[in-house]
């Protein structure tokens, strides 16, 4: 399949982040009609397919790059709305980076290729779409929606499209609208699966950037028209991977809008487009598994969040490997569900191997970096996380000096990586610190 045709976003770092910011440090849902998303400045397992991805031959299934210690999907596991982000270099790397060099050679590709071809050619799009990814994975999400929005300009100007408002109806697998009429855009770009394409990238910004229902009518077109497609084209929906991570990201956009019905019902469209065209083994099918195990446990179904969580566990750990994030990130939504269920052996086990495998990672980056460079002191903030939730633990148990113990390390940590005082991680470790200390002297008196 041409790059331009593989532009789609997808990421589980943001999955994890966006549901869980919902909720405060016990569990308390905090959902709003508005909620400021979480800000993520890079993200675990990269799929932005136009930028290729360098993969190692152990996990040539895997289409992400890796980030580093273990990302925590679960709301206790994310003290701070930006978890997904305390990220790392990957040991596989983009074949493209994200710096200021990238960008203007970017734009200076854009120059010459406007010059050379005309403002409306597909490669113009094209371009316009690597600098929207670019300015993504930067986090500087306004110029992304720019570059993508004007991506889809120039192949709808490209194609002979006119450009006019999308339709407001509810989304239908074939491409209909509710009322059982089709959406005309959908018919109309139903010959060009590079306009969904172009849609899925701007709804997933949009989401990101709190414009839920302008997201939901970006990813539910996104959906109609590659339905439309592959029913012109007598092909089967599920043999299409990017109309599964419009699914997706529609699932995304549903939950943070609380329709987790919705959700549930587009990440199961996800899982079984993914099964069908990657096998239902793949690393794809483990991140959605993912993604419906923490929609459960927003809605309060521990046992079924545990389940999915578990299923992707067991996918994911012959394919990526017991110390990778991603891997690291379900066992710490495994932890946290039974933190919630009361089981607190289970959870403490479980967060004292991540921990374990964290540092493990710590020392590798090290090793690599040649001290404690940014990678590092990135897992280092990981780390400090997972000792607060382990004082967490410790204190719901009554063992206070141990949680205190926990507590002082997680501090201790945070201050080697230089975690802004405002940081909320940090904020709410402290917060735990106090309060442990207070109940240690009303204890003793």
């Known amino acids: ?41 890079n993200a675990s397992l990269r799929r932005v397919e136009s930028l290729p991805v360098m993969t190692p031959k152990n996990t040539h299934r895997c289409r992400r790059s890796p980030s580093s210690s273990g990302r925590h999907s679960d709301s206790e596991e994310r003290q701070h709305p930006t978890s997904v982000k305390h990220h790392r270099q990957s040991s596989s790397s983009s074949s493209m980076a994200y710096d200021d060099n990238t960008l203007e050679e970017l734009w200076e590709n854009l120059r010459k290729r406007k010059q050379i071809l005309g403002d409306s050619h597909p490669n113009v799009g094209l ?60 018919i109309e770009y139903a010959n060009y699966p590079i306009i969904a394409l172009c849609m899925c990238n701007i709804g997933t910004v949009q989401w990101r950037t709190g414009d839920l229902n302008k997201a939901i009518h970006s990813l539910e077109e996104s959906v109609r028209i590659y339905c439309r497609f592959c029913s012109k084209k007598d092909q089967k929906p599920m043999n299409m991977p990017e109309l599964s991570t ?24 996800a899982r079984i487009g993914f099964a069908h065209s990657h ?91 040649g001290g404690n460079g940014k990678w590092a002191k990135s897992i280092v903030v990981d780390i400090g996380q997972t000792l607060h939730f382990l004082a967490l633990v410790h204190k719901e148990i009554g063992a206070l000096t141990q949680a205190m113990k926990y507590c002082k390390e997680g501090l201790e940590a945070y201050a080697e990586a230089e975690l802004a005082s405002f940081d909320n991680r940090l ?15 009303h204890v003793s008196e």
């Open 279 to 369: 096998g239902p083994n793949h690393v794809e099918v483990a991140r959605v598994m993912e993604a419906m195990g923490n929609v459960y446990s927003l809605r309060g179904e521990i046992e079924r969040a545990i389940d999915c969580h578990r299923l992707a566990l067991k996918i994911k750990v012959p394919e990526l490997g017991n110390s990778h994030p991603s891997v690291l990130c379900t066992k710490m939504s495994i932890a946290a569900a039974n933190r919630k269920m009361l089981r607190f052996d289970d959870a403490r086990s479980t967060y004292i191997d991540v921990l374990n495998w964290q540092r493990t990672n710590l020392s590798k980056a090290r090793k690599a970096g």
């Open 246 to 269: 419009a699914w997706y990201n529609l699932g995304i956009a549903y939950c943070l809008r609380a329709d987790f019905g919705e959700a549930l019902e587009a990440f199961e469209m």
């Open 427 to 441: 904020v709410m470790l402290s917060k735990t610190y106090h309060d442990l200390s207070r109940s240690r002297i």
């Open 127 to 186: 371009t316009y779409n690597h600098i929207g990814n670019c300015f993504f994975r930067r986090d500087e999400l306004e110029a992304a929606l720019t570059a993508y929005t004007a991506a889809l300009n120039v192949y709808k100007n490209s194609f002979g499209i006119k450009t006019r408002e999308f339709h407001d109806d509810p989304k239908c697998s074939d491409g209909s609208s509710a009322d059982g009429s089709s959406s005309d855009t959908s």
């Open 1 to 41: 399949m041409a790059p331009s045709e593989r532009n789609s976003l997808s990421d589980e770092s943001l999955i994890n982040v966006a549901l869980h910011s919902q909720f405060d440090q016990n569990g308390k849902h905090t959902l709003k009609d508005k909620m400021t998303p979480p800000k993520v400045p």
